[in-house]
Nanobody, 121 residues
Framework: QVQLVESGGGLVQTGGSLRLSCVGS????????MGWFRQAPGKGREFVAT????????YYADSVKGRFTISRDNAKNTVYLQMNSLKPEDTAVYYC??????????????WGQGTQVTVSS
């Protein structure tokens, strides 16, 4: 069993940056694919980014490519999402998840509780 806890969300102006963190417990994350998803009010949960266990491969949604970076520190059992050039449409609850290298949320059996990101215009 894996427990995931996100942090780092908050309120930021358009063009600003935030770094989200996701700390795992219960088992090591070093053998798990990790992903980030988000859910805006009234919308479904959408894929943001994913990263292989060693960090050698990443994949991003087109909407965040070039602005967001997923990374991980397996020694700290932590995954990060660096978000730059934030836009109001990035406003959502952001979730980290552990599972398979996929954009499909159903391929990720483990989820955190989410952290709110709000981008003001």
């Amino acid at each position: 069993q894996v427990q995931l806890v996100e942090s780092g969300g908050g309120l930021v102006q358009t063009g600003g940056s935030l770094r989200l963190s996701c700390v795992g417990s219960g088992r090591t994350l070093r053998s798990l694919v990790m992903g980030w998803f988000r859910q805006a009010p009234g919308k479904g949960r959408e894929f943001v980014a994913t990263c292989t266990p060693g960090g050698e491969s990443t994949y991003y949604a087109d909407s965040v490519k070039g602005r967001f970076t997923i990374s991980r520190d397996n020694a700290k059992n932590t995954v990060y999402l660096q978000m730059n050039s934030l836009k109001p449409e990035d406003t959502a609850v952001y979730y980290c998840a552990a599972g398979s290298f996929s954009t499909d949320r159903y391929k990720y059996p483990y989820w955190g509780q989410g952290t709110q990101v709000t981008v003001s215009s």
